[in-house]
């Protein structure tokens, strides 16, 4: 096998662990990011017969990429293959000029920001170190390294938030004139620390999330962004003309395409099958620095996974999915139905869209969808 386009690397330091997050981090720990960062260059090694030159997109995310020792994030960055699209984490604390500047010689050309709120009270509620200044203050610093390509994350559905809290969320946001958003209704999981604390208030808000999502895509659509996927919008063009701004790392998820993942709890997609790293830190620098792959979990992905996988991926985005291939995922019934509902459009049988109506009730109209 050969080929893949899209690349990516976890690198999974943070300062602290949110109380929300169950991605995979580890806190601290700066005396093992150099051994760390040995590994994922041991394991491109191992796996770089499967990759195209050149890439097409690859993502650093994380933990907090930025939060790296910057020695051995300079190290990382300077190994990895060329790609058109280099996009990189950050937590906007981490965005010092310094850190700006490694970015920038090291042909990272996008940056996403964890904002997650611009409200002190509702970022004490995630256990966010920075404040709205650290993300201000982020944004302007990359652009003085001459990174203009930047997407902001928020969150809504925070326990204590409210639609008007939203709404300035999403105008501070809009002031920083971003290249995309990311907007996504808070998910904690059951049994957390943050549950437990938050439970009732959490039920409160996920009363509300159907109204704070149309909230999202009203305000953003209506000043000029792209709602080009279920949670992403991106601006339509720019000063130097026209670009196409959307993600496209997460683009080839959503469209199905191959991938490889490098680190720590990073998954793979290539071909029939699936794989996932091991999510502890030492099993995985031990196995590499014994030149041995690290030890994984193999999934082998049949047709029919795959078909499925392509129309509920392919339907988040605002683009016609092409049915070719994809037909026997589908129920025929539901699709003839849904079009009458006016939550589904078919284009002579080619391909499928949801309208705007049926991306706002997303899943569910998927779910219907679906043999």
Not at 73 to 79: A, C, I, K, P
Not at 117 to 132: I, N, Q, Y
Not at 307 to 332: C, H, K, S, T
């Amino acid at each position: 096998m050969s080929g893949v386009r899209h690349l990516y690397v976890h690198v999974p330091f943070c300062a602290h662990r949110c109380g929300y997050c169950d991605f995979v981090t580890v806190v601290g720990r700066r005396g093992s990011h150099e051994a760390y960062v040995d590994a994922l260059l041991a394991e491109l090694e191992l796996e770089r017969y499967l990759l195209a030159d050149p890439l097409e997109t690859v993502y650093l995310g994380g933990g907090t990429p930025t939060f790296t020792e910057p020695a051995a994030l300079e190290r990382l960055l300077g190994s990895l293959p060329a790609a058109a699209e280099l996009t990189v984490e950050a937590n906007p604390e981490t965005v010092t000029p310094e850190v700006a500047r490694l970015l920038s010689r090291n042909r990272v050309n996008r940056v996403s920001i964890g904002a997650q709120t611009f409200h002190e009270a509702l970022l004490s509620v995630l256990e966010r170190d920075a404040g709205p200044d650290d993300v201000r203050r982020a944004v302007q610093t990359l652009r003085d390294a001459s990174i203009d390509n930047i997407s902001l994350d928020l969150i809504y559905g925070i326990p204590g938030q409210s639609p008007s809290d939203l709404a300035r969320d999403l105008e501070d946001a809009l002031a920083l004139e971003p290249e995309h958003l990311s907007c996504y209704e808070l998910e904690a999981k059951p049994g957390t620390r943050f549950t437990h604390t938050f439970g009732d208030e959490l039920t409160r808000q996920s009363d509300a999330l159907e109204g704070y999502f149309e909230q999202v895509v009203d305000t953003l659509t209506a000043a000029g962004y792209r709602w080009y996927e279920t949670a992403n919008f991106c601006r339509r063009s720019c000063a130097d003309g026209e670009r196409d701004l959307r993600s496209r790392h997460n683009l080839a998820y959503w469209r199905g395409r191959d991938y490889l993942g490098l680190g720590i709890g990073a998954v793979s997609t290539v071909g029939p099958m699936r794989w996932k790293n091991t999510p502890r830190v030492a099993a995985y620098v031990e196995a590499l620095a014994g030149h041995r792959g690290p030890p994984r979990e193999h999934e082998p992905l049949d047709v029919d996974v795959k078909r499925r996988e392509r129309v509920m991926l392919g339907l988040r985005l605002d683009e016609p999915l092409a049915l070719d291939g994809i037909e026997q995922a589908l129920d025929g019934p539901a699709v003839d139905r849904l079009e009458r509902l006016g939550l589904a459009s078919r284009n002579g049988g080619e391909t499928l869209t949801l309208t705007p109506r049926g991306r706002l009730l997303g899943g569910g109209v998927t779910a219907e969808l679906l043999a």
